[in-house]
């Protein structure tokens, strides 16, 4: 199966950006995306995309995260702007073998995922 890596995490300030890249290890599955795990928070899939560039995400992340892919380099990667605290958790890119976008991002838990990059937001 595919194995994924991520990368670009750390600590920034409310307010700050960061952008997460994965590499997959080999041409990415029909849907790959990202999901989050706080402590003492379940599992939230952010966003989702499919391999024609479409896009879905979540209502907590809308208009402050951008999901993209580099489908030469087999590369996702996770725009995250005017991160706020509530942002602070792991992020997880992973796959779902499925073309509908919401239910992909939702079951992305379920899927293939990396080894998780974290992400801290201080106010």
């Known amino acids: 199966q595919v194995q994924l890596a991520e990368s670009g995490g750390g600590s920034v300030q409310s307010g700050g950006s960061l952008r997460l890249s994965c590499v997959a290890s080999?041409?990415?599955?029909?849907?790959m995306g990202w999901f989050r795990q706080a402590p003492g928070k379940e599992r939230e899939g952010v966003a989702s995309?499919?391999?024609?560039?479409?896009?879905s995400y979540a209502d907590s992340v809308k208009g402050r995260f951008t999901i993209s892919q580099d489908n030469a380099k087999n590369t996702l990667y996770l725009q995250m702007n005017s991160l706020k605290p509530e942002d602070t958790a792991t992020y997880y890119c992973a796959t779902y073998p499925t073309v509908q976008l919401d239910l992909c991002r939702q079951n992305l838990e379920f899927g293939v995922r990396g080894q998780g990059t974290q992400v801290t937001v201080s106010s």
């Open positions: 995309i499919g391999r024609d560039g479409a896009t």
């Open positions: 080999y041409s990415r599955s029909v849907c």
